[in-house]
């Protein structure tokens, strides 16, 4: 979503680092394109004008032009800057659902993603926070809607439910009977649906209103489509005047759009953000986190959501049965086989490339070895074309059984000895973890990336230097650890 608006600043701060001394010239010349950079961005005008003029009071500042790194200053200035457009670092972006049933109302127009961020958020609810959820729909004219949530509550596991379908009923009077439906059945958070239009009008608004006053929501979240720009400032802005929301979630966030409205639409309504949208799939909704999306932006990185995402996606079985393994100091095939299909499920390279420090460097030298998310698959094609006991032993896999892997994962036998040196170097690393120094280097790996011994122990102890969490290794497969940014060493 940010990838255009990080290229551009980045270039802008690379020129203002390099410099030993600003001057206040410089310092406005830097603005200039910043503020040329948030326009094309599509952030909303005020809210560039208001974001420049509290940069500038800063950055010309005494404390820029005497500071040791003046460059730096004016980036961290910056920084500071953006989590403030986005609400802040201490923003209220919790869900108020203490006391059952809780009401929430999702509103929007049709095509944001209201009905799929309703069961996401469900699915939330249930499993990280052990809350009994209770899915109505109220939209009536949309044909298939209604068996739409009921389909996606089946999928988001045993505590999610839908209520029961009556043909004919008017949406004031389904909220009646969710309401009734949530008490009667214990539930913690009933979630209401509403429907959608493609423009704004006055009968939405005045349904939207009514079902408000039966239900008395305690939380009303406006769901706009990030990739619509200013139309979701200007929508946002409409919804709030008409309802009591609450909070907004942003969906589409792993969309190619310039992500103005994610950077306008907190400093225009003055409502929190809450959720972030990414993919159809229902596990794609992330807490909002001003300081994290600002990292994001300028190129620092987001190591918090990467160990969370390793930490989501990491079987515990599997965890404890890799930290037995990893005290002998053993690592085959198959580990480095689990470890990719880790990879993937977190997003990829791309993915996982977003939330380091320097990544957009890394994603340049990464464009300039013609490498993608491909490498993975084809790498696991690798290791799923041998036997099993290749894959526990090696050092069997002679010339001849390599030229077989190779056909049969339709790679050459320059890709099957790449993966097989790589492999050799993970497991000389893991070795290296069973002596002193080795944990001592993990330690302070792990404390750089902000993690304390407690951390790392939830973990499974399998943080390694200049790796990531949960993931084994020295760097990332197929890399060799050498992309500035990823821990590894640059050439």
Known sequence: ?????????????????????LSEKDVNAALREIRVALLEADVALPVVKDFIESVRARA????VVRSVKPGQQVVKIVYDGIVEMLGG?????????????????????Q?????????????RLSEKHRKKVLLASLDVRRPAAMQQLAILADQCGDNVFSLPIIEGQLPADIARRAVQAAKIGGYD??????????????????????????????????????????????????????????????????????????LSMR?????????????????GLDAFDASRVAGRILGQGDIVSLVEKASEQMD??????????????????????????????????????????????????????????????????????????????????????????????????QEVNKLLKMHQQMATMMKKMRTKGGMKAMMGAASQAGMSPADLAKMGGQQMPGGLPGMGSGGLPGLGGSLPGLGGKKK
């Open 316 to 413: 515990s079985d599997k965890a404890e049965r890799m930290a037995a393994k990893l005290k002998k100091g053993e690592f085959d095939l198959e580990d480095m086989a689990d470890q990719l299909r880790q990879m993937q499920r977190m997003g990829g390279l791309g993915g996982i490339m977003g939330m380091m420090p320097g990544a957009r460097k890394a994603k340049e030298a990464m464009a300039n070895a013609n490498l993608d998310d491909n490498v993975l698959k084809r790498q696991e094609a690798i290791i799923l074309s041998m036997t099993r006991k290749e894959r526990r032993k090696p050092a069997v896999l002679n010339a001849s059984r390599r030229k077989r892997i190779a056909a049969g994962s339709g790679t050459s036998v």
């Open 189 to 262: 958070v009933l979630i209401l649906d509403t429907a959608g239009r493609t423009t704004i009008d006055e009968q939405m608004m005045s349904e939207a209103a009514e079902i408000a006053d039966i239900a008395k929501p305690s939380e009303t979240l406006l769901v706009a489509d990030a990739l619509t720009g200013q139309d979701a400032v200007e929508t946002a802005k409409r919804f709030h005047d008409r309802l009591p929301l609450t909070g907004l979630v942003l969906t589409r966030m792993d969309g190619d759009g310039r992500g103005g409205a994610a």
């Open 111 to 123: 095509g944001s993603g209201k009905t799929t961020t309703t069961a996401k958020i469900a699915k």
């Open 89 to 109: 670092a201490d923003a209220e972006t919790t869900l108020r659902i203490d006391t059952p049933p809780a009401v929430m109302m999702m509103a929007g127009l």
């Open 267 to 283: 400093a225009v309504t003055g409502l929190p953000i809450k959720f972030l949208g990414t993919g159809e799939k229902l596990d």
């Open 1 to 21: 979503m940010f990838d255009a608006l990080s290229d551009r600043l980045g270039g802008i701060f690379d020129g203002l680092t390099g410099r030993g001394a």
């Open 60 to 63: 010309v500042g005494e404390e």
